[in-house]
T-cell receptor
Framework: AQSVTQPDIHITVSEGASLELRCNYS??????LFWYVQSPGQGLQLLLK??????LVQGIKGFEAEFKRSQSSFNLRKPSVHWSDAAEYFC???????????FGTGTSLTVIP | GAGVSQTPSNKVTEKGKYVELRCDPI?????LYWYRQSLGQGPEFLIY????????DSGLPNDRFFAVRPEGSVSTLKIQRTERGDSAVYLC????????????FGQGTRLTVV
């Protein structure tokens, strides 16, 4: 069965520093992969997605992610973090049927001045 | 509407009571999903509708949980004989045709069973 692991429960970075959030997936075929962000009191917002093609995908708010099949990873990156990026980040993989996502447990990001 | 709307935003109920949670998807979206998010966890799939029918209800934890979407738009998640373990945020999402197209999430209903 598909699954997603986000090894880091909580990360703290300084504003302006670079960021990398880890995501590892388990899937038998080429996965569809997603990163969502959840701010307090807000719904989940799609940051970016990977279906096929270029393994480096660009998303909204300056985020990017790289699909590495050999490492079963889809890590999220941002070169320079802003205070407004503080939120919960979820990685997700599509099911075989396309009917549902399997979400990781999330990484909570704190940004310090 | 402009986005996925869920009502109520918060619901407190007593153990054993019946509750209904409503989801109003984005107009024109045929696919609708319910997820449950417990504290410190990622969302867990409950049920997926394509139009009026439940295409996949494999995530419903037991027969106390039921969901309907009679006209292919608004959906209601129904929980009978609520238990304290049902306390969670219930998220609804909709998309044009399926999860491979972008899914838009509502803000969720926080259910607390006391």
């Amino acid at each position: 069965a598909q699954s997603v692991t986000q090894p880091d429960i909580h990360i703290t970075v300084s504003e302006g520093a670079s960021l990398e959030l880890r995501c590892n997936y388990s899937y038998g075929a080429t996965p569809y992969l997603f990163w969502y962000v959840q701010s307090p009191g807000q719904g989940l917002q799609l940051l970016l997605k990977y279906f096929s093609g270029d393994t480096l995908v660009q998303g909204i708010k300056g985020f990017e992610a790289e699909f590495k099949r050999s490492q079963s990873s889809f890590n999220l990156r941002k070169p320079s973090v802003h205070w407004s990026d503080a939120a919960e980040y979820f990685c997700a993989v599509d099911s075989n049927t396309g009917n549902q996502f399997y979400f990781g447990t999330g990484t909570s990001l704190t940004v310090i001045p | 509407g402009a986005g996925v709307s869920q009502t109520p935003s918060n619901k407190v109920t007593e153990k054993g009571k019946y509750v209904e949670l409503r989801c109003d998807p984005i107009s024109g979206h045929t696919a609708l999903y319910w997820y449950r998010q417990s504290l410190g966890q990622g969302p867990e799939f409950l049920i997926y509708f394509q139009g009026t029918g439940a295409a996949d209800d494999s995530g419903l934890p037991n027969d106390r949980f039921f969901a309907v979407r009679p006209e292919g738009s608004v959906s209601t998640l129904k929980i009978q004989r609520t238990e304290r373990g049902d306390s969670a945020v219930y998220l609804c999402a909709s998309s044009l045709s399926g999860m491979n197209t972008e899914a838009f999430f509502g803000q969720g209903t926080r259910l607390t069973v006391v």
